[in-house]
């Protein structure tokens, strides 16, 4: 046969590891029973290696056995045979000495073994017949509406149907195939959705890598940032440390200036005190003594001289003593002036006054909202700034749009928290309000209600020519600014008020006008503008 003996291999045709494979000279390996049977049933002798086929001297039924094999490898792919399973008997054998299934007929719907699969192999009425490996079950392998074999492929369904279910059926009418091309597209276009998930998974890969360094890099600059404002910080404690010891050590200075001598003359007039009082206790003991004689006169006489002269000399001393001295109220003074300047320098302690900490802290840029914007209202800037034009703008129709008053909302509300925001404003012949607004606001019609200002739920500060007052609910107040370039807008909704400032660059903020309420709903910037211009100011770059 050109065949020979080899090592164990599994069979191409029935996929079982064999002990004694048959290897041909094109060198594909199958068991001896799967290739005698085969060979055994051509009429003039061996053909040619089903795995090497040629256009010329094919076998009359290796277009079928390539099917089979094909089947039986399929069927392995889509269910798995388990280990533990028990063997498929022969449906054809004696049920007292049945033998092991080989093949399942997916036509007959009948198990064979090798002896009872040989009329399938050898004659040509079965080999239309789809042979698998031994299954009880082969429902899947069949209609369940019409119980045939399923042999096409419904491209528009993308399930295995049957014959009948093309020309009668569900799928009559639909884009069919045979499954064997079903097959070979779909293994094409299985190549190409793995080739693309390679790409992807190269694409994916690749902005990893590029999000990771790019996380590596922002957190070494924040790292830094972080380092900087401890590093400084530090040298601010550092230096405050070192002011407030020399602050101290002027109040010690003039402690030991005052209190230093007052001591000192506490002491020597404690040790005169003491003196006093023992000579006192003497002159009344020789005052109380009794005169009998000569001798004890003279004693009385001497002892009594002697204490005249200590309590002169106790009075001397008293007398030398120079006034105490007096606390330098006016050296105390201008040390607390210093350190309340000092304090002012370096805390924050009332709100409207340093911009910078409420850029930092609290600062938002908003931006504004085209699809609210009156239709002269011309948007640029990345839709920070806005400016009146008479020619009214392309803009589509949009429920959300003002239709009367030229306003614009911002894009995102302010809710919960602190916040802080800037307008670019113009004190000239036109009218802008700046201010805020919930959600509530009527986008349509001339009514108060869709006016920034004239109703309860929107505040804003108003300037019509050049004349600025505080607006809400129709209720207006007066406000002075002089050269007013920046309207700083300050939102607490944990105190409930909000605050319109005179921003200077680099300097403090003024407060023109606060509102106190109570501000339960989320709050979007407002403005209104009418020939005139305003810009939403970028707080970290201005």
Not at 172 to 179: G, K, L, P, V, Y
Request: hydrophobic share 35%; proline share 4%.
């Amino acid at each position: 046969m050109g065949a020979a003996l080899d090592t164990p291999a599994r069979c191409l045709l029935c996929d079982v590891m064999t002990q004694n494979p048959v290897t041909l000279k094109c060198n594909h390996r199958f068991c001896r029973r799967c290739i005698g049977d085969l060979w055994s049933v051509s009429p003039s002798g061996p053909f040619h290696c089903p795995e090497s086929r040629v256009d010329s001297n094919l076998h009359p039924f290796s277009e079928y056995l390539f099917w089979i094999k094909n089947d039986i490898i399929q069927s392995k792919r889509t269910k798995p045979e388990r280990s533990n399973s028990s063997p498929v008997p022969c449906h054809y054998c004696p049920k007292t000495g049945h033998q092991q299934a080989v093949k399942t007929c997916l036509v007959c719907g009948a198990s064979m073994c090798t002896e009872h699969l040989r009329p399938h192999l050898e004659s040509p009425v079965f080999q239309n017949h789809t042979l698998v490996s031994p299954m009880e079950d082969i429902s899947l392998w069949r209609c369940q509406e019409h119980q045939e074999i399923n042999r096409i492929y419904c491209r528009q369904c993308a399930a295995c149907v049957c014959t009948v279910c093309t020309v009668i059926g569900s799928h009559r009418d639909h884009a069919c195939i045979s499954i064997r091309e079903a097959e070979k597209e779909l293994r094409v276009n299985l190549l190409c959705c793995s080739c693309r998930m390679h790409n992807n998974n190269d694409s994916v890969v690749a902005q990893h890598n590029i999000l990771t360094l790019l996380s590596f890099r922002l957190q070494a600059v924040l790292t830094e940032a972080l380092d900087g404002v401890k590093q400084q910080y530090g040298a601010i404690r550092e230096a405050l440390d070192q002011e407030e010891q020399t602050a101290l050590r002027c109040v010690k200075e003039e402690e030991s200036r005052v209190l230093g001598g007052l001591e000192k003359k506490l002491c020597l007039l404690q040790g005169s005190l003491q003196s006093i009082q023992n000579g006192l206790h003497v002159l009344e003991g020789l005052a109380d003594a009794r005169a009998d004689t000569r001798v004890q006169d003279q004693a009385f006489i001497m002892e009594y001289s002697r204490i005249s002269q200590l309590t002169s000399e106790v009075g001397n001393c008293a007398g030398q003593f120079a006034p105490p001295e007096e606390v330098d109220r006016g050296r105390l003074s201008c040390l607390q002036r210093w350190t309340e300047k000092r304090l002012d320098a370096v805390v924050i302690t009332m709100p409207g006054k340093d911009r910078d900490l409420y850029r930092l802290l609290y600062g938002t840029v908003p931006a504004l909202d085209a699809d609210t914007a009156h239709p002269k209202l011309q948007l640029s800037e990345a839709n920070r700034k806005v400016a009146y034009s008479e020619s009214p703008q392309a803009y589509a129709d949009h429920q959300a749009r003002f239709s009367s008053f030229p306003q614009v909302l911002a894009s995102s509300p302010l809710q919960g928290g602190r916040w802080y925001w800037e307008v670019s404003v113009s004190v000239d012949d036109g009218r802008w309000k700046v201010g805020l607004s919930t959600a509530q606001i009527e986008r349509k019609g001339q009514k108060d209600g869709s006016r920034l200002g004239c109703n309860s739920y929107s505040w804003c500060l108003a300037c019509d020519k050049r004349k600025l007052e505080a607006l809400h609910n129709k209720e207006t107040a007066a406000v002075r600014a002089d050269g007013l370039q920046r309207v700083g807008v300050f939102l607490d909704f944990e105190e409930g008020s909000l605050s319109f400032f005179d921003a200077t660059p680099g300097g403090s903020l003024a407060l023109l006008h606060s509102y106190k309420h109570s501000f339960c709903e989320p709050l979007y910037p407002a403005l209104s503008v009418s020939k005139t211009h305003l810009t939403v100011c970028d707080l970290f770059h201005s």
